[in-house]
């Protein structure tokens, strides 16, 4: 009897425990929308945080968030300040001048896509917002190299060209922008499903892996490194 009582006191604070709720002042506290693209401000005022929720209006999108210390106040001031638009892929640059924030959103305009998010502090040390340096086509796999001249800064995108797609992007610094750059693509392979391809950047002399699944609704993921 003893051992049934302690048994159940146990299990009675451990559903205590569990739960525990705590409030947060969750706020959302701007939204931006530029063609299909939509960016909803949240803003976490106990963390004092910042985030950036970005979505595709289209059917079988997920969204993707990015965070940041807000260091001017709370919420964002964003405008786009750059957009490229090739074949399916649409990649705009976009400012959070409150918090000197740049982030570049990268996503395919067909169902199913999401987008690929990368942000960083805006430097800026010129206004030269973005421009594509470069371009590669090997067999479904489509790489575009953009730069950020004015914070010195490169960032590849690669997407398969197939349904519900989404894509990735790639960023890393440059201490010097070259307007121009060839991407070329060093060694590939194929394990089943399975696709790997290692891009090089010479500009930048960065050699980045690309991998992907050679079927319909696939996303790539992209890994660079120092050649």
């Known amino acids: 009897m003893k051992k049934l009582i302690a048994v159940l006191l146990f299990a009675a604070a451990t559903v205590s425990h569990a739960g525990e709720f705590k409030s947060s002042l969750l706020v959302q506290t701007g939204q931006m929308r530029e063609g299909d693209l939509i960016v909803r401000v949240i803003t976490d005022l106990e963390a004092k945080k910042t985030c950036l929720a970005f979505y595709v209006r289209t059917s079988g999108t997920s969204p993707m968030v990015h965070c940041y210390a807000a260091t001017s106040g709370f919420g964002a ?24 924030m ?5 996503y395919v305009s067909t169902p199913g896509t999401s987008p690929a998010v990368s942000c960083y502090l805006n430097k800026q040390r010129f206004k030269d917002h973005m421009l594509e340096a470069g371009h ?43 307007k121009r750059g060839a991407l070329h693509q060093s060694g590939n392979l194929k394990a089943g499903d399975l696709v790997v391809r290692k891009i090089i ?13 050679s079927t319909a609704g696939t996303s790539t993921s992209v890994f660079c490194f120092d050649e």
């Open 102 to 106: 740049s982030c570049l959103v990268a």
């Open 77 to 100: 001031t964003l405008s786009q300040v750059g957009a490229i638009k090739s074949d399916d892929l649409v990649i705009r640059k976009l400012e959070d001048t409150k918090n000197n």
């Open 136 to 178: 590669l086509r090997e067999g479904d796999l489509d790489v575009r190299r953009i730069i950020d001249p004015g914070n010195l800064r490169t960032c590849l995108v690669a997407y398969v060209k197939t349904k519900g797609t989404s894509p990735s992007i790639e960023c890393y610094e440059s201490p010097t922008v070259a």
């Open 201 to 213: 950047d010479t500009a930048n002399r960065k050699a980045c892996l690309v991998t992907y699944v």
